[in-house]
């Protein structure tokens, strides 16, 4: 009996030592949000939750001091009509009992909305979330690299997000052939995709696309495998210090920002603004490999 009796507390010592937090029956493991890019104004956060109760519980709310608007909002990622794009889930997110919710790239997750000053890796962002029945527990949010795996912290629960292949590597890096296959993933007969301008610069390229009244800008990466993208964003994308903070090297990212301009030059004020509507950065992960366009439809108002 003795033996029982310890063998259970080792065991709940273990579980309490992998918790990060606690609110009554739920234990929220590895809160990690990503490092953003100079001038984003939306930033991401990741974390587990596990329901230890008998009773089913729900996530309400949350709210952070970083955050202008001092709330973070719960979006699902999903696909509507082809199109990939976030919503705000107004009811919550359900925590069944005795189960494990997690909330990763390309799937359920926070979105700190409004930030005053872009996440810096290294730093902790507090914020406090608020379940139904648990009641509120404050939570600080490691900040990992902007893209990758968020190993802020030691924390590496989150898979690196390698994007969409594109195909054959020995065509990915003529400007004319990144268009064609995004066309091929993306564009649906209802829903024409244009890509342009395109600009390359050594392994990386910067695409323009519009797609159902939406728009932005993709940063592609050749691997391997060919070209995918890496990640989807606005005007921060034609910034040499932030695609350097991405992850680019200096050479790169300035030949690639001064490219684009160059692209752009002529372009529509319309379609340039239509760019600028993309708030914030959306990093591909597995979960988008075999979906849509990543358009936030929520932030491109």
């Not at 990939?84 to 919710?101: C, N, S």
């Not at 390229?205 to 050749?222: N, V």
Request: glycine fraction near 12%; hydrophobic fraction near 45%; aromatic fraction near 4%.
């Amino acid at each position: 009996m003795k033996r029982i009796i310890v063998l259970a507390a080792a065991l709940f010592a273990s579980l309490a030592s992998a918790q990060d937090n606690t609110a009554g029956k739920i234990a929220i493991v590895h809160p990690a949000a990503r490092a953003m890019v100079p001038g984003a104004k939306v930033g991401g956060g990741y974390l587990a939750i596990t329901n230890t109760g008998t009773d089913a519980d729900k996530l309400v709310s949350s709210s952070a001091d970083r955050a202008r608007s001092v709330q973070l909002q719960l979006h699902e990622l999903r696909v509507d009509n082809g199109v990939m794009v976030m919503r705000e889930l107004k009811g919550g997110i359900e925590l069944p009992a005795g189960q494990t919710v997690e909330l990763k790239p390309g799937g359920y997750h926070l979105m700190f909305m409004d930030v005053d000053k872009p996440f810096k890796q290294g730093e902790t962002i507090k914020a406090t979330l608020t379940f139904e029945k648990a009641g509120s527990v404050d939570v600080d949010f490691a900040v990992g690299a902007a893209a990758g795996p968020l190993n802020a912290g030691g924390h590496d629960n989150h898979d690196a997000m390698p994007g969409m292949d594109m195909g054959d590597a020995t065509t990915q890096e003529d400007e004319q052939a990144i268009p064609a296959g995004l066309k091929t993933m993306f564009e649906t007969p209802d829903k024409p995709l244009t890509v342009m301008p395109v600009v390359v610069e050594g392994d990386w390229a910067i695409a323009g696309w519009q797609q159902d009244g939406r728009g932005g800008r993709a940063l592609l990466k050749k691997g391997q495998a060919g070209s995918s993208v890496h990640l989807c964003s606005g005007d921060s994308l034609r910034d040499a210090a932030a695609l350097e903070k991405i992850g680019l090297s200096k050479d790169a990212a300035t030949g690639l920002a001064a490219k684009l301009k160059q692209a752009e030059t002529g372009l529509d004020p319309r379609v340039l603004a239509l760019f600028a509507t993309f708030e914030g950065t959306v990093v591909m992960d597995a979960a988008a490999n075999d979906v849509g366009h990543s358009g936030h439809e929520s932030h491109a108002q």
